[in-house]
């Protein structure tokens, strides 16, 4: 059942396997991907194209672009994707030449 706050449906949902660069995480399937990402202790989703800078989920409603991933090839915002079984997820390539870590 979906509830007014995404992080409410963490709890109670059946696991699926997906995979976040690499790594296997099991989220709660058919919940909000941004929410069970952070919920699951992902605290950078990408890092800006100029300085490199760590981005994470700000406005959870799809205005923001803050959490872009990128999911079979192509970026999308992860706030506005449900959780599926085997789902690839990754950060967007980094900026060429920046820095920028985990």
């Known amino acids: 059942m979906k509830t007014a706050s995404p992080f409410l449906e ?3 949902s059946p696991r699926v396997r ?3 660069d ?3 995480l099991d989220l709660p399937e058919g919940a909000n991907l ?3 990402l952070l919920a699951a202790g992902v605290g ?3 890092h800006t194209p100029v300085s ?3 981005r994470a989920p700000f406005c959870m409603m799809g ?3 803050e959490c872009l991933v990128e999911i079979d090839g192509i970026v999308r915002q992860a706030c506005m994707l449900e959780v599926s079984e ?3 997820i990754a950060r967007p390539h980094q900026a060429e030449g920046s820095d920028a870590a985990q």
Do not use: D, H, K
Request: proline share 8%; charged share 10%.
């Open 18 to 20: 997906v995979w976040f």
């Open 63 to 65: 205005a923001c672009f």
């Open 34 to 36: 941004a929410a069970a």
């Open 10 to 12: 963490l709890e109670s």
């Open 52 to 54: 490199g800078a760590p």
């Open 86 to 88: 085997g789902m690839r």
């Open 22 to 24: 690499g790594a296997p």
């Open 44 to 46: 950078v989703f990408r």
